[in-house]
């Protein structure tokens, strides 16, 4: 029996947790005065390593685990260098603060490399993310967002089990870092900026992370659209906007986001670009009010020598520029800047509506009945006629796409993950407590490793072996639990 990470077992708990009616969270720690900002800017720093089926015996351990063994294959020379990147904010902030700045960051870590370097024995780098997450101090200079355990990408994975990936990586931090970090969470940032744009599976999306108590969601500029088609003008990019979604049964949804922006994601934060472009900006106005821009950038935080070897000279050197120039820009993390706008009375309703991209073309397509059969009709009718449509959804590596040519990845993705809710929703619905189980977690943890964008990355080969081995795997578990109903609770306990 692997030692199961803590996925499961708390899910009603968290969910009531995470809903509380709360007073703000970020600006009570916040020594930011709106009216005083002409612009800001906000970076966030995305880590992952994912899971992979290589240790002795084809253990499951963290691909970080398997560069240290395997020093001579390809970069894995990087995976001492890559383990600093995972923990040197815990220097860099109060180096910063000792020296007169006012620093932020926001952070994005897969639950995948949570469980990993604690899998690893790595303290220093599991001690350095708990000082970032529970500080006092930290608090008002770093921010933890949310993201999908195993860092799925939203459009191609199963809708039932978008929610099961939100609540794993919630589960994680919760036991990690405490309940208490955990409500301060309140941003999403959603695996390879990767939005859908299916109306069933977004409408599903933002469902789960709103019950999920997420507020805001990070979202790639070129994912999204206007309510009539259009790109989103430049001044736009910097407000908040009202991500909407509508299902093939006509019901909506929404969810507040922030805009980042298009562009090479490493060298863009590795060389604080966006810094650098909120100094040119000038305040905007949202609802009929002056607000200050917000330039709004994330790029992976270890991955590529622009941000192993020269974002933090660039950081420091940016936050020290803004300390000296005095010039009204600053940098300020999403939920924090979204809390200082509601304080002088600006609500997520009186931001720009969007929706995600290619949503107006199917709309006119569909025409006036809507349901799911006129949906499906009009996707298949705009996908055949070979000129850019696709319900693949939109993420910052536009050229890459995570359905081609995975067939062998994506067709034992989704008859597991068919299989694992055959075996489970019945049974769960009537004994939660089911999901505290080793045999439910058991399970539960190979149909989200399944799931791992990175076999669906790197072609076929090695990777795609992997998501087999996961899969026969899963699929065994699943072949030794008949359960047919909730008579089964004692033979999982």
């Not at 260098?81 to 007169?100: K, N, V």
């Not at 989103?232 to 805009?259: D, V």
């Not at 020290?320 to 200082?340: K, M, Q």
């Not at 067709?411 to 929703?425: I, K, Y």
């Amino acid at each position: 029996m692997i030692d199961l990470p803590p996925i499961c077992g708390r899910e009603s708990e968290l969910m009531q947790l995470m809903q509380q009616q709360q007073p703000p969270i970020w600006r009570h720690h916040s020594n930011l005065d709106l009216s005083r900002i002409r612009s800001g800017f906000a970076c966030a720093l995305h880590m992952h390593q994912p899971t992979v089926p290589a240790g002795a015996n084809d253990a499951l351990i963290s691909h970080l685990q398997y560069m240290v063994e395997h020093p001579g294959e390809g970069d894995n020379h990087n995976a001492e260098p890559f383990a600093q990147c995972y923990r040197r904010m815990a220097d860099l902030i109060p180096d910063l603060i000792s020296r007169g700045c006012n620093p932020r960051i926001m952070l994005d870590y897969s639950g995948n490399l949570l469980w990993g370097v604690g899998q690893m024995g790595r303290e220093d780098i599991t001690g350095a993310l708990r000082y970032l997450a529970c500080d006092s101090e930290m608090q008002r200079h770093v921010e933890w967002l949310g993201t999908f355990w195993s860092h799925a990408v939203a459009p191609s994975t199963p809708i039932p089990d978008l929610k099961l990936q939100i609540m794993a990586w919630q589960h994680q931090f919760a036991t990690m870092f405490g309940d208490a970090a955990l409500q301060r969470v309140r941003g999403f940032s959603p695996p390879e900026m990767h939005l859908p744009n299916h109306p069933d599976t977004l409408f599903q999306f933002i469902l789960a992370l709103k019950q999920c108590g997420y507020r805001w969601l990070l979202v790639q500029e070129h994912s999204v659209e206007t309510l009539d088609g259009t790109p989103l003008a430049q001044e736009q990019k910097h407000l908040p906007n009202r991500l909407m979604a509508r299902n093939s049964s006509g019901e909506t949804i929404s969810i507040t986001a922030l805009i980042k922006t298009q562009g090479s994601d490493t060298k863009l934060v590795g060389q604080m670009q966006p810094c650098y472009e909120a100094m040119g900006l000038q305040p905007t106005t949202l609802a009929g009010r002056e607000i200050p821009p917000l330039v709004s950038q994330i790029a992976d935080g270890e991955n590529g020598g622009v941000m192993m070897n020269e974002f933090p000279a660039a950081y420091c050197q940016a936050n020290e520029r803004i300390r000296d120039d005095s010039n009204g820009t600053v940098a300020i993390n999403g939920t924090e800047y979204l809390e200082l706008l509601e304080a002088e009375g600006i609500s997520d309703d009186e931001c720009p509506a969007i929706q995600a991209v290619q949503q107006q073309r199917l709309w006119n397509a569909v025409g006036a009945t809507l349901n799911r059969q006129t949906v499906e009709e009009a996707i298949d009718r705009l996908a055949t006629a070979g000129d850019g449509f696709s319900m693949e959804g939109a993420s910052w590596t536009s050229n890459l796409s995570w359905v081609a040519g995975y067939e062998n990845v994506l067709e034992p993705m989704n008859e597991l993950s068919a299989r694992f809710h055959q075996r489970f929703d019945a049974a769960v619905n009537s004994e939660p407590s089911l999901t505290g189980t080793s045999s439910y977690r058991d399970a539960l943890l190979h149909l989200l490793l399944l799931e791992t964008s990175c076999f669906r990355y790197w072609g076929q080969g090695t990777w795609t072996d992997y998501a087999r081995t996961l899969y026969r795997r899963g699929d065994a578990l699943l072949q030794q639990m008949p359960i047919n109903g909730p008579d089964t609770a004692d033979a999982l306990g």
